[in-house]
């Protein structure tokens, strides 16, 4: 691989590296910035050159578009990519949009902090029976409008990522995993068997956003996927926002420092079981978020809808995506839910095709569709530029680096790398 | 589920209750039958443990493992005449009929496992990838497994195989002891002394705990390292093989493309139990999850409880000794 | 930018022609052949430690850790002086490595005591006692492999930033504003250390050599009290031996504590200020270089154990 080839100049090396870079498609004004680090170059390596090449006001017209464009799919309806006559598209755009808020949050569990959560259809179906609990006629419970769910399914999903967290995130990441599991299975046992939540049976009419058309059908009705479909993209987009941010704070260099190094971080001053802890609930909440999304639009909720298994399209979705990478986690998602949808015929083995699909990813491809690119140092591009300066106008420089030349130790990076 | 917490009291007797008279009474049953349970468990227990001595790896799909053994008795007795109802077959006849079905179905886990290591995790060692990438190709692995297995046979569990009727053996505290407690019970124990005595005893046993303390400097002591591997892989295959007879034997409609799921979750609990890498506490974790597990369920009233308990003993467990009762790993217990 | 106060423009400047004018090829071909007593004789140039050591900063007190039955650690005490270089040496299994994770708290001393800065600092989280002011690097280099070498830096310096998990996620003010100075501090410290060129580079990529300096930039980006290196040396070839002697020097001229622990005689008795000998866990000498150099004791400890410098 070129990257080994010791010192590249800067331009080159950002050049190599603009692959895989779409972040910005969902980026704040922070990371704006053009993307400067290193990353292997990915499927859509070409494409990030191009858009790295792109300026500033080009791309974020380019974005724009792109958001317009996603906002007016189920409408366009276009006809080689419609799932149709099989699913009728716009609750098929819906669809890929909750496995895609889902991919989202599971990406930051999985991806960032490389911790293996399998059970997360259990979050995911804890914020279901949470708008449902709270809103359907069925329930015994208090009523209250579906949009105050939301907040309600994320901060009782994030209460059990703690409570389910805090006893194995000091261990090993393989018991999260196992626990992980055991708890997915755990959650559709609990719901058979506690009365409270009605087993197969289930919470009819679950509440869903206020609103009419002019003939007094509710606006966010279970059978029309459009307004769905724009009030999860809507969600996607501000919680890629908030995740971005994270991304690029010290919270996401601490999950990434975890992720390569649990002891070197904490050595290095991370407080690695609290930021663990913190990627787990926000995980959760994520998916409790999206759980309370799908209850509203499905209108029915039972036991019957989050087997284990759903966890293991989700882990798929992240793996596709390329883990670590929010745009690849948004892809994945929604391919995850697309390909069976539009090939129907297909769809009977789609547990088969994605289970294939996470063990070749892993032994050939292992970041995915996607790679995880360098989370951007904003402001990094202008204080590199200072430093570089400084040292080329400066007499005795540090720009000739005192260890001795590239050639000489590339012959020991075999070592290192390993 | 918070605002259920608040309104809960009322409906409190609901869905938990203890029936504490009931699991008086049926006590030394409930014991026997968790016994027998937990034999199984801990045979399967026993294929994580060995697996995550060697390579530090929770082998998901030893679940898979377990199942295809469950398979292939199924399909031998049902081929040899078994059906729901016990066969009319003398003494000898029937021990031969299960010989056979156990030898087939230790081959085909034992298969299974070696096509599982060389085809999933090999590629994955040979360039040292980092831990979460062999997590998630054993996930995919268990996963590709029972897929092939539900698109084969379909959702529904296989006619039930009866291998023959327990007849009582002997009479405990007013409660009898059946035949084939009995036999899962002696058989497992023996299966494990003989699997405990091998890793301690013979030169390929001293190979599996050098490489589970120490894998380069066991290399470098000549051990080869991949042949150790697959070895364990095939031992863990064999005994889940055993414990997929004893499980057919005991739940003879239990043969279900999702059946090693649930099961796999508690053998690894039991492995957690009683201490992972070790392999007498495979066998007391399992014997104790069993007990653990069927107390429960009866003091409960409901068979699924057992699942839950047996998770919620799992992660007490690792919040509390996360090194489990006898703690030490392969490499260094003196087992 | 006022964290950069430390770090005057002029550092570098002082500290590359020293390197230069200490390297003689002889020499190094002597540390090459191993040749002990020869290579002692390239003793730092003494220097005035009274007016550049301070009183004690980190005091190791009957440090003791058992493995099992055996004994890592035996009893060990030695004081660390602010703004020294202290070199902990010792032939191989001496217990070097073993002191430097109970001061660091990877093991927890079964006996014993590490105070810095009057308060006990063993049993203390590994994170805590790093934003106390014990900042490492590993003998085997542990970098974040898929993060550049800004990113390293910048973790490293979290250990002082405040910004809480609601902060970041709403990108405060406050927040902003510490990413900024992270960033331009990190830059600095890559610029000291002499991989500033390589800034955006995967720390993965990054030659052998930038590695090992990276990991010292990244300590000393948590603005540690005292910095332990373990082994920085391992695997350089005399001339980097030299340039790192040099930096090492420069460190500690920018006023931080250095503690050493090295298997070349050569360097050690090269750039530090006192030196600390342990033997089958047991400290047997405590000293200034040229004490130690002959000091019997030492003498015998090194000459019973040839020593291999080539980690």
Request: glycine fraction near 10%; hydrophobic fraction near 50%.
């Amino acid at each position: 691989m070129s990257m080994t080839d010791g010192p590249t100049p800067l331009p080159e090396a950002a050049a190599a590296q603009a692959a895989a870079d779409r972040e910005a498609v969902t980026a704040g004004p922070g990371s704006s910035v053009t993307p400067e680090k290193r990353g292997r170059p990915g499927v859509f390596g070409a494409w990030g050159e191009r858009w790295n090449a792109l300026s500033r006001q080009q791309q974020w017209a380019f974005l724009i578009v792109v958001v317009i464009l996603a906002y007016m799919l189920p409408l366009i309806n276009p006809p080689i990519i419609t799932t149709e006559p099989g699913n009728n598209f716009a609750l098929a755009c819906f669809d890929m949009a909750r496995f895609a808020l889902i991919a989202v949050g599971l990406n930051v569990v999985v991806g960032y902090a490389g911790l293996l959560d399998l059970g997360y259809v259990a979050f995911f179906a804890v914020g279901s029976y949470c708008a449902a609990m709270l809103t359907s006629p069925d329930s015994p419970f208090l009523h209250i409008p579906y949009l105050w769910t939301i907040p309600i399914a994320m901060t009782v999903t994030m209460f059990f990522g703690v409570v389910l967290g805090v006893p194995t995130l000091r261990l090993r990441g393989d018991y999260l995993a196992i626990v992980t599991l055991g708890f997915g299975e755990i959650v559709r046992i609990l719901a058979t068997i506690i009365p409270a939540m009605k087993g197969q049976v289930g919470f009819q009419n679950v509440g869903h956003p206020p609103g009419t058309e002019a003939d007094g059908t509710p606006i966010f009705s279970n059978s029309n996927g459009v307004p769905w479909y724009w009030l999860t993209l809507s969600i996607i987009i501000v919680i890629t926002l908030l995740v971005g941010n994270l991304e690029r704070s010290r919270v996401g260099r601490a999950w990434i420092a975890i992720r390569e190094d649990e002891d070197a971080a904490e050595i290095m001053g991370v407080p690695t079981f609290k930021y663990k802890v913190w990627a787990f609930a926000i995980g959760a909440a994520i998916g409790g978020l999206s759980g309370a999304l799908f209850a509203g639009q499905v209108g029915f909720v039972n036991n019957q809808k989050f087997d284990v298994t759903t966890s293991i399209l989700f882990l798929a979705a992240v793996v596709l995506g390329g883990a670590g990478n929010k745009v690849g986690a948004i892809l994945g998602g929604a391919l995850v839910s697309y390909i069976p949808l539009r090939f129907t015929a297909v769809a009977e083995y789609k547990y088969l095709i994605f289970g294939i699909a996470l063990v070749l990813i892993m032994i050939f491809r292992s970041q995915g569709l996607l790679p995880a690119r360098q989370r951007l140092l904003a402001y990094g591009r202008t204080a590199y530029q200072r430093v570089t300066q400084k040292d080329s106008t400066g007499p005795s420089s540090a720009g000739t680096p005192p260890a001795a030349g590239p050639g000489q130790d590339q012959n020991r990076e075999k070592g290192v790398q390993a | 589920m918070l605002p259920l917490l608040v309104q809960l009291p009322p409906m409190e007797n609901d869905w938990i209750s203890f029936d504490v008279p009931s699991l008086m009474q049926n006590f030394w049953s409930a014991t026997f039958d968790g016994l027998t349970f937990g034999a199984i468990y801990a045979l399967v227990a026993l294929g994580y443990t060995l697996v995550y001595g060697v390579l530090n790896l929770i082998n998901f799909a030893h679940s898979e493992v377990f199942i295809v053994g469950c398979y292939a008795v199924f399909f031998t007795l049902s081929g040899l005449g078994f059906g729901p109802s016990a066969p009319r077959l003398d003494f000898w006849s029937i021990v031969l009929n299960l010989v056979l079905a156990l030898v087939v179905a230790m081959v085909a886990s034992a298969l299974t496992a070696f096509v599982l290591e060389r085809v999933a995790y090999r590629p994955l060692r040979k360039r040292n990838a980092p831990r979460l990438v062999f997590l998630i190709t054993a996930i995919g692995a268990s996963f590709t497994i029972q897929y092939l297995i539900y698109l084969w046979r379909g959702p529904s569990p296989e006619l039930a195989v009866t291998m023959f009727r327990p007849t009582p053996i002997f009479d405990v505290f007013g409660t009898i002891v059946d035949s084939q407690q009995l036999v899962i019970i002696i058989a497992a124990v023996i299966m494990m002394v003989g699997t405990e005595r091998f890793i301690r005893k013979s030169r390929t046993g001293r190979g599996i705990r050098a490489v589970a303390q120490d894998p380069d400097t066991a290399t470098l002591m000549g051990v080869n390292k991949e042949r150790i591997i697959i070895t364990t892989f095939l031992i863990g295959g064999v005994l889940a093989g055993a414990a997929a007879l004893f499980y057919v034997m005991k739940i003879p409609s239990g043969v279900q493309y999702s059946g090693g799921f649930v099961l796999g979750i508690k053998a690894f609990a039991a492995a957690v139990l009683g201490g992972i890498g070790n392999v007498r506490g495979a066998l007391l974790g399992g014997l104790l999850l069993g007990l653990i597990g069927n107390y429960g369920q009866i003091l409960l009233g409901n068979s699924q409880w057992t699942d839950v308990v047996a998770f919620v003993i799992l992660v007490l467990v690792l919040l509390l000794r996360p090194q489990g009762i006898l703690g030490t790993s392969l490499g260094r217990s003196k087992a | 930018m006022s964290q950069d106060d430390r770090l005057p423009a002029g550092s570098r400047d002082a500290a590359q022609p020293e390197a230069a004018a200490q390297a003689g090829p002889d020499v190094d071909a002597l540390a090459e052949a191993g040749i002990e007593s020869e290579l002692a004789e390239k003793v730092a140039p003494d220097r005035d430690i009274a007016a550049k050591v301070g009183e004690n900063i980190v005091e190791v007190k009957d440090l003791t850790i058992k493995f099992g039955g055996l004994v890592a650690l035996d009893n060990v005490s030695f004081d660390i002086r602010r703004g020294e270089i202290l070199g902990l040496i010792g032939p191989n299994g001496a217990g070097k490595t073993t002191c430097f994770n109970a001061m660091t708290g990877v093991y927890k001393p079964t006996a014993g005591q590490v105070v810095l800065e009057g308060q006990v600092i063993n049993g203390l989280k590994q994170h805590k006692i790093t934003r106390l002011g014990l900042s490492r690097t590993f003998q085997n280099i542990r970098l974040f492999g898929e993060m550049t070498a800004l990113e390293n830096v910048v973790v490293g310096l979290d250990a002082r930033h405040r910004t809480s998990v609601g902060g970041a996620l709403l990108r405060l003010p406050t927040h902003v504003r510490e990413e900024k100075s992270a960033i331009e501090r990190g830059m600095a410290l890559l610029d000291f250390v002499g991989i500033a060129d390589h800034a955006h580079f995967l720390s993965r990529h990054l030659p052998y050599g930038y590695q090992r300096r990276l990991e010292i930039a990244r300590a000393l980006a948590t603005d540690p009290k005292v910095l332990c290196l373990d082994e920085p040396a391992a695997g350089f070839n005399p001339a980097e031996k030299e340039e790192l002697m040099a930096l090492i020097r420069t460190i500690r001229d920018e006023g931080y504590t250095i503690l050493l622990i090295e298997h070349d005689m050569k360097l050690v008795m090269g750039v530090t200020d006192r030196i600390v000998v342990l033997e089958f866990g047991k400290k047997i000498a405590d000293g200034l270089p040229r004490a130690i150099r002959e000091d019997p004791r030492v003498v015998a400890a090194y000459l019973g154990e040839p020593e291999d410098d080539v980690a």
